[in-house]
């Protein structure tokens, strides 16, 4: 990508921790201040349905249990995922991606989908997560941005939909990242921001690729990033950081 358009500031999640995370109220309160791309994690339902949660599990932030991977999209549609969060936010359901690309799309917001497969279907994740993202976004100027962990799942999304623009999540700089990347063609990587420092910084820029953060929550961090001349933060303390 020649011209980067996506903004500087990124809402984790939605809202960080200030509502539960992956659900529309949380989309909606990062708006509320001021954010216009958010970042959210899209896996499968056993049925094939894209829709939004972190874990494999279902336990941390639903009622229900088991792996959500597993459960179909009209068992999963049912779940309260607002409850564990606070009692606001008892009842919230957990969104389909295509519920949240109809709120970003007809708001003008930016969006990071993150592909976050259940184990066993890193392939068939980013494949049906790209095909899903191609229709949805269809004649819009600005494209959602792929990121992933998995350069299984970001494989797949490039066969798919080549178009779409790609992301390597990093949490450690393993070895063969920098080559992964690029066969991968991404046009980012995305590390703990721990993780940048002034000579992976170039490394990454001398390839043509932007430099994104997770999840960077302190004024020092976001300061040291920004001096290193990374692109984007995605952050949670969407009250701390004012996009404006």
């Known amino acids: 990508m020649k011209d980067w358009p996506y903004p500087r500031w990124v809402a984790h999640r939605g809202a960080g921790k200030l509502a539960p995370e992956n659900t529309?109220?949380?989309?909606?309160?990062?708006?509320?201040?001021?954010?216009r791309m958010f970042e959210c994690d899209a896996k499968l339902s056993a049925d094939g349905v894209p829709f939004l949660m972190h874990d494999a599990t279902l336990d941390?932030?639903?009622?229900?249990?088991?792996?959500?991977?597993?459960?179909?999209?009209?068992?999963?549609?049912?779940?309260?995922?607002?409850?564990?969060h606070s009692r606001a936010y008892a009842g919230e359901p957990l969104p389909t991606l295509e519920n949240l690309a109809r709120f970003c799309i007809a708001n003008g917001y930016f969006l990071n989908i993150e592909?976050?497969?259940?184990?066993?279907?890193?392939?068939?994740?980013?494949?049906?997560?790209?095909d899903h993202a191609a229709r949805l976004w269809q004649g819009q100027a600005v494209p959602p941005l792929l990121t992933s962990f998995r350069p299984e799942s970001l494989q797949a999304a490039m066969q798919a939909q080549p178009q779409l623009p790609r992301g390597l999540l990093l949490d450690t700089?393993?070895?063969?990242?920098?080559?992964?990347?690029?066969?991968?063609?991404?046009v980012?990587?995305?590390c703990n921001h721990a993780l940048w420092?002034?000579?992976?910084?170039?490394?990454?820029?001398?390839?043509?690729?932007?430099?994104?953060?997770?999840?960077?929550?302190?004024?020092?961090?976001?300061?040291?990033l920004i001096a290193l001349g990374t692109d984007a933060v995605i952050t949670d303390r969407v009250d701390l950081f004012s996009p404006s």
């Open 115 to 130: 592909i976050k497969p259940t184990p066993g279907v890193e392939a068939e994740t980013g494949r049906v997560v790209a």
């Open 188 to 190: 980012a990587i995305v």
């Open 60 to 84: 941390r932030t639903t009622n229900g249990t088991g792996v959500g991977g597993e459960t179909p999209w009209a068992e999963l549609s049912q779940l309260d995922a607002g409850g564990w």
């Open 24 to 35: 529309m109220a949380a989309f909606r309160v990062g708006a509320g201040y001021g954010y």
């Open 197 to 224: 420092d002034a000579a992976t910084v170039a490394q990454a820029k001398g390839a043509g690729m932007r430099c994104l953060s997770y999840t960077p929550n302190d004024a020092w961090a976001v300061e040291r």
């Open 173 to 186: 700089l393993w070895n063969g990242w920098f080559d992964i990347a690029r066969q991968l063609q991404c």
